[in-house]
Nanobody, 124 residues
């Protein structure tokens, strides 16, 4: 399974970005999907997750109400819409796949496959 994240960039505080993660090798419908991020000098942290059907999502408190995770199983993609961005959202963002398709885990160690990351920089 290969994951390819894209959509990162430089944006001003208050702006929006949409990240996308394309999955190849296996159908995305077999996995729950998550987004994580690693701010400069910090550890990787959970952002959002979604089950295979999309009927269950979870978010970090820091992004709740501003970020939305969604998926399109027909297109083998998962997206993260980020609104009202803040300087503290600056990080390398990773998408990940969990073979437990019915669980939207917040724990990085429970994910089986990872993409390479896409950089999001928010200027204040």
């Amino acid at each position: 399974v290969q994951l390819q994240a894209s959509g990162g960039g430089l944006v001003q505080a208050g702006g929006s970005l949409s990240l996308s993660c394309a999955v190849s090798g296996r159908t995305i419908g077999m996995y729950s999907m998550g987004w994580f991020r690693q701010p400069p000098g910090k550890e990787r942290e959970f952002v959002a997750a979604i089950t295979w059907s999309g009927d269950s999502t979870s978010y970090a408190d820091s992004v709740k109400g501003r970020f939305t995770i969604s998926r399109d199983n027909a297109k083998n993609t998962v997206s993260l819409q980020m609104n009202s961005l803040k300087a503290e959202d600056t990080a390398l963002y990773y998408c990940a796949a969990d073979r437990r398709w019915h669980v939207s885990s917040k724990l990085a160690r429970e994910y089986d496959y990872w993409g390479q990351g896409t950089q999001v920089t928010v200027s204040s």
